[in-house]
């Protein structure tokens, strides 16, 4: 009695797309499938993007401040309320942009600008003014106090006045002629008729008095605020296009004329960077792709660099002249970043030319690479603008953006392959090729060439499927029949079924419409070596479980080495296999004869079908004797013989494992 099995396809995890064989709670082909944990333990179609706001140029970001929608379209910068769009700001970057958050300040970057808004104005982020000298005499000396800020030229010189000179020297020549210095004495701002400006010595001359000495002594009582341009200062800060925020201070970097120089700001002041808060990564120029802040660092991802440094990490050093730095150490890591780098709930993730690393390991240990995404690399890596992905987390999944694509990595089913710790992968089609994204309140928000949608709708109709793996019921060298009783699959929606066996194409079994606990469908095929199901839907659907049953029949036979006869043009003549004489079927008496025979030309066997049980059988011979083997090859038509002595016809045939004749 052929043996039952049943086959339950239940807790499905997602995609594998090695092409090779594989867990039967994966796929190998899925889309638009994916599992959303507040509902049941099941896979579903994924919800569909539902337009909040359009516009008529490409959205490079999508932020929120309080209750405002912050959308960067083309050159511009809108505030959204309630569906009506202001204008903020003009002149932007057609970049991806990227801002923070800082003490009710919101600041905005896109590699061109360095914007603030308070609710109300956006504009150009005004540098803070640094006091660079104090205690400087008339003529010059002095105390270093501050340092230069990048993000503008103008600076502080304070200075100790002695009653009786009128020339007070600035710490620079050649200032800007464009901003009129103002001067102070005694707190007080003295009008510009009361003193000239050499700009190109840097030199203040009071006109009808010299200012009095202080009346504390050591007390500075003077100061002048002039402007003084360094060329290309600004410019290092507005060109980058990353940002990172951590230890208090703000990360830049991604400056495509300065590709492998990090910039931070001051302790808890986005608006100040000095001129020696810069560090270089590495010592060729392999631009940096990634900052990313996590296990007590920061981590700088670098692309493939012929030097082999490509991962560095900061972590903040106190130093007894400058205070808290941030010194550069090279990691042990050697990959390099093409794509994007992210901390993915606590794990620092990096996209090479292979797919997905992670860092295991902190600064205190050694790091090493461990793939995380090997279930989806053949694809993955293979997506026109691979290395352009936007990268964000939601709902527990990091959601890799490429085009339309989307694949989702699944942090709540992680598992480990040979020694380290991989995730698992959906794969979605959105049909909008998005260009970045952002979470607020728990709601996915993408920017596309014409609009912001947020991924909310959860009944509009989204083609999906998914389909399972080649199943040989842990028998793949015997054949397989399915239970004609069928397959009970519970599912909700509308669902199409559809199976595969073999090297053949998906057939269609049934459609069910309107599911709301199971349905039942009747598979009926035989002697399979695999099956595949393919559950689909135009509109929407889930699935939870499937029961799947079959009857495991014999071994699948092989092709003999010998040539089966394709027809019986040879007169039906025989080769054996042993002796190799040339037999000939006759029938005498109504008995079957194999006489030998003097020819050139014969088969080495005949196929037949079994009427029965379908399967085929080879009538070949071997010392003379006829003999049967189960084989499989091009059957033959039934052969008839004539008995000449009794004028009747004979056709041969199996049955049930046996060569029979009957009358004609």
């Not at 001359?205 to 000495?213: E, H, K, L, Q, R």
């Not at 071994?555 to 003549?573: F, H, M, N, Q, V």
């Amino acid at each position: 009695m052929a043996e039952k099995v049943s086959r339950i396809y239940s807790n499905f995890r997602g995609v594998d797309f090695r092409g090779e064989e594989i867990s039967l709670v994966r796929s190998p082909d899925s889309v638009n499938v994916w599992k959303d944990y507040k509902e049941t333990d099941s896979i579903r179609t994924r919800p569909e993007l539902a337009l909040k706001v359009s516009f008529d140029a490409p959205v490079y970001g999508v932020f929120f401040y309080g209750a405002d929608m912050l959308v960067h379209s083309g050159e511009t910068l809108y505030r959204v309320q309630d569906g009506i769009k202001t204008v903020l700001f003009s002149g932007l970057n057609e970049h991806i942009s990227d801002g923070f958050l800082y003490e009710n300040i919101w600041y905005f970057k896109d590699g061109k600008n360095y914007l603030r808004y308070d609710g109300v104005t956006a504009k150009a982020v005004e540098g803070y003014v640094p006091t660079t000298t104090i205690a400087r005499k008339p003529a010059g000396g002095g105390t270093k106090h501050e340092d230069i800020n990048m993000l503008t030229g103008v600076r502080i010189n304070s200075f100790l006045a002695d009653g009786g000179s009128f020339d007070f020297f600035l710490d620079a020549t050649n200032i800007d002629t464009d901003f009129q210095p103002i001067v102070k004495v005694d707190g007080g701002i003295m009008p510009t008729d009361s003193y000239t400006v050499n700009y190109e010595e840097g030199k203040i001359s009071f006109t009808s008095a010299a200012p009095n000495a202080p009346q504390t002594d050591g007390q500075d009582n003077v100061t002048v605020e002039f402007k003084k341009t360094i060329s290309g200062y600004s410019d290092s800060i507005l060109g980058c296009t990353l940002l990172q925020v951590f230890d208090n201070r703000v990360f830049f970097s991604g400056n495509k004329d300065y590709p492998n120089v990090v910039w931070h700001c001051s302790l808890n002041d986005p608006t100040y960077c000095s001129d020696l808060d810069y560090y270089r990564e590495g010592l060729d120029n392999a631009k940096i792709n990634g900052l990313v802040a996590g296990n007590n660092a920061l981590w700088v991802f670098r692309e493939p660099s012929e030097a082999n440094t490509t991962v560095f990490y900061h972590t903040p050093t106190i130093d007894d002249e400058y205070g808290k730095i941030y010194p550069s150490s090279h990691s042990s890591v050697t990959t390099g970043c093409v794509g994007k780098a992210i901390n993915f709930n606590d794990d620092i993730v990096f996209f090479s030319e292979r797919g997905m690393e992670g860092i295991s390991g902190d600064i205190t240990t050694e790091q090493v690479v461990a793939h995380r995404s090997s279930l989806v690399d053949r694809k993955l890596t293979a997506e026109e603008g691979y290395a352009g992905m936007v990268l964000e987390e939601w709902e527990g999944y990091l959601l890799v953006f490429i085009g339309d694509k989307v694949y989702l990595a699944d942090s709540r089913t992680a598992f480990t392959n040979e020694d380290h710790i991989e995730y698992e992968w959906f794969y979605w089609e959105l049909g909008k090729k998005v260009l970045c994204a952002r979470v607020k309140s728990g709601i996915l928000y993408v920017g596309t060439e014409d609009g912001v949608y947020t991924l909310t709708d959860h009944k509009a109709s989204v083609k999906s499927h998914w389909v399972t793996p080649k199943d040989k019921f842990n028998n793949p060298n015997k054949q397989k029949t399915t239970n004609k009783r069928g397959c009970v699959a519970e599912a909700e929606g509308n669902v199409a079924l559809y199976a595969k066996l073999d090297d053949t194409g998906f057939e269609l079994i049934g459609q069910y419409a309107n599911v709301t606990d199971c349905f039942v469908s009747r598979i009926k095929r035989k002697k399979f070596k695999d099956i595949q199901l393919k559950f689909a839907s135009s509109t929407r659907f889930s699935l939870e479980t499937v029961t799947l049953e079959c009857f495991i029949g014999g071994y699948i036979k092989r092709s003999s080495s010998y040539t089966a006869s394709p027809a019986i043009e040879t007169g039906t003549a025989l080769r054996d296999r042993v002796t190799g004489v040339i037999y000939e079927p006759s029938v005498e008496d109504g008995e079957l004869q194999m006489t030998a025979a003097d020819r050139k030309t014969a088969a080495d066997s005949i196929v037949f079908v079994d009427r029965n049980t379908e399967e085929q059988y080879a009538l070949y011979m071997s010392n003379g004797t006829p003999k049967m083997e189960e084989t499989e090859g091009t059957a033959a038509a039934d052969i008839v013989l004539t008995d000449t002595a009794a004028d009747v016809q004979y056709r041969l045939y199996v049955s049930d494992g046996r060569l029979r004749m009957e009358e004609v």
